[in-house]
């Protein structure tokens, strides 16, 4: 027994470039996740594309990594692995026809919760609360795997850097919380309050 969660798409982040369609992708530097089923789909899905070079990674991290450096053109995974990286690379979406659907099983001996979970599932969906775990799950990802370079560091250590950020914090890529480390609520929508922010090593 199998229920369907969520469906993603195949979408590729960059620096400097858009892919509006495949051909945008020839002759490009991209990045895949090592051992990912994703690189075999986009192959299987599209024979002709030929990329100038293909650079294999262990993390989204050491991608996004990459792309700031210059070291490749794309970075081609799900868009719940990439995260929501909107706020600092490009993403485009040449890949309309590929889809790849999250989904998880029970058992046999489990077959007569079945009705149970189905209903669950739909409530979920039609409330928004999948949706929002994703999202949720997303800004989390972001949050731990947010990094500076040393000069970055650097800079930040001597100055001081006043940010315009929402208030509602589904708006921001970070998730603020206090000193001791609980999130602040803030339902202000799409309020924006002046914070100063200092770089703590």
Request: aromatic residues 10%; charged residues 25%; neutral net charge.
């Amino acid at each position: 027994m199998s229920a369907r969660l969520f469906e993603n798409t195949i979408v590729a982040a960059s620096i400097t470039r858009q892919a509006k369609s495949i051909g945008d992708l020839q002759n490009t530097r991209v990045i895949f996740r090592r051992r990912d089923h994703t690189q075999q789909l986009v192959k299987e899905a599209f024979p002709g594309l030929r990329f100038q070079q293909i650079i294999e990674v262990d993390s989204s991290k050491e991608a996004l990594q990459i792309l700031r450096s210059g070291g490749a053109d794309f970075y081609i995974n799900e868009d719940r692995e990439i995260g929501s990286p909107q706020y600092y690379y490009t993403i485009s979406r040449p890949f309309n026809s590929l889809r790849i659907t999250a989904s998880f099983g029970l058992s046999p001996e489990l077959i007569y919760m079945r009705s149970n979970i189905d209903q669950l599932i739909n409530e979920w969906q039609q409330s928004g609360k999948l949706q929002a775990l994703e999202e949720q799950s997303q800004l989390e990802y972001l949050r731990h795997h947010l990094t500076i370079t040393d000069d970055e560091r650097t800079w930040l250590q001597e100055n001081r850097l006043t940010l315009w950020l929402p208030k509602n914090e589904s708006f921001a890529p970070i998730i603020w919380k206090d000193d001791r480390g609980l999130s602040r609520q803030r339902h202000q929508h799409g309020q924006r309050s002046s914070r100063s922010v200092e770089y703590q090593r």
